[in-house]
């Protein structure tokens, strides 16, 4: 062959495995009766996409009964303000004794922090029953499900399904320092690792058209695990 001046290209080879940048372990919050699963195991599913449906009628009748306090005690709470003011109107026209006027205010506060304590109840309740709903906090693929319909869960039941981000996703690999150090000075003129082209080669052989960007650290000690979020 005749000799020619061609551009070589200096590349570097890593073995390297892919994980997930996101992977959450589906859990209940509250003992229920499993009602229903609303998707197909293996499949993706999107970001507040209803998972599993818990029994709610029980939550939603605790919320219905702290609602129903709450209504008692403002009655009550309105009774003490009525009376408070007149005992007020009495005590200025020394009609009325000091202690009277003393009962009713004390009365009309311990009504007020039963009605702020009352709320405090349903707020909890209200939260309970929202648990009861089991939702996608993010986009993913869910894994095969733990338990079926009609089983009760709870938070000592474990993990329920796990989800799985697909997209980007980390390749990490290793490299050694005296290679790190090498590419660090070889890319310094370069703008540094950031001008690095990373490709990612498939089992098979084949490249893979997903682009990938370099998350390799100035100074790393030996052998440190490099990432690379991978999207596409």
Not at 31 to 47: P, Q, Y
Not at 93 to 121: K, N
């Amino acid at each position: 062959m005749r000799a020619e001046r061609q551009q070589i290209i200096q590349t570097d080879e890593f073995i390297g495995r892919i994980q997930a940048v996101g992977r959450v372990a589906l859990v209940a919050r509250v003992t229920a009766f499993l009602e229903k699963r609303l998707f197909v195991e293996g499949s993706e599913v999107k970001r507040f996409d209803l998972l599993y449906l818990l029994e709610q009628p029980p939550f939603q009748a605790q919320v219905d009964a702290n609602k129903a306090t709450i209504e008692q005690l403002e009655a009550q709470h309105r009774n003490a303000e009525q009376a408070l003011e007149r005992a007020q109107a009495l005590l200025k026209t020394q009609a009325g004794p000091q202690s009277t006027a003393d009962s009713a205010l004390a009365a009309e506060r311990a009504l007020a922090a039963q009605i702020a304590g009352a709320q405090a109840q349903l707020q909890i309740s209200e939260i309970n029953l929202g648990y009861t709903e089991i939702r996608a906090p993010i986009d993913g693929k869910i894994s095969s499900t733990a338990v079926t319909e009609g089983n009760v869960v709870s938070p000592t039941s474990g993990t329920l399904a796990t989800l799985v981000s697909q997209d980007p996703m980390y390749v990490i690999f290793s490299v050694a320092q005296r290679t790190g150090i090498d590419l660090r000075n070889r890319y310094a003129a370069k703008g540094g690792f950031g001008a690095v082209v990373i490709k990612l080669r498939l089992p098979d052989g084949q490249l893979s058209n997903r682009t990938a960007k370099s998350n390799m650290p100035r100074r790393r000690s030996p052998r440190t695990p490099t990432r690379s979020p991978c999207a596409g």
